[in-house]
Structure formats: C-alpha cells, structure tokens
C-alpha cells in the first residue's frame, strides 16, 4: 500500500510539473497504436503501446519529437483517431528540451 501510494504522489508531482510546460499546435507526422495484452493469472488486462512523431515549432525553431508511452487502456477514448498521421494536436513542451513533448492533456500520463 505504501508503494501505492508513493507511485500516486510521483505521477502527481510530475503531472503538476508537466501542467506548467508551454502548450505548442503539432502536426502528427507519424504514429503507431497497438494493445498490448497485460493479463496476468488472476486479472484480464490490455494495454496501450504508442509511439507518434511530432513536428512543431519553438521560439520560431522547427523541432521534430519521436513519442513512446505505454498506457493503461482505462478509457474509451479512439487513439488511431486522435493521432492520427496529418492531423495536428495540442502538446505539451518540456522548456529545457524542446524534443520532449507530453500528451498530458490528453490523457493525464505525464
């Protein structure tokens, strides 16, 4: 429980952080959904595995991002379609490295 409970507070912590990060329009140049079966003996269970490329611009700097998370597949939300390659989504833009990028907004997963 204690464990829990400390996995709780990190996420937390690193999504108030990730909260604070500049919002930049990308255009999705690429990107790859896949379920992922997390089953163990005793509980059924799937997953998400992404992975998305990222074109978008910072004080006037074109940057490209290459994304991978893996995801709990918690919600019924349609990924292929939010990502889908062409489209353009809002992300999140660490101010130290303009390469890592956070669908937080999206998804809550810093």
Known sequence: MVLADHQRTGVASRGRA?????????????????????STE??????????????????????????FATWHRANAKDWSRVLAPGSTIKLRVSPENH?????????RVP
């Open 18 to 38: 990730v909260e604070q990060w500049p919002v930049v329009e990308a255009s999705i140049l690429n990107a790859r959904i896949t379920e992922v079966d997390a």
């Open 42 to 67: 005793t509980r059924f269970g799937t997953r998400l595995s992404v992975t998305a490329q990222f074109a978008y611009q910072v004080d006037g700097a074109d940057v490209e991002a290459d994304y």
């Open 99 to 107: 390469s890592l990028v956070s669908l937080w907004d999206h998804n």
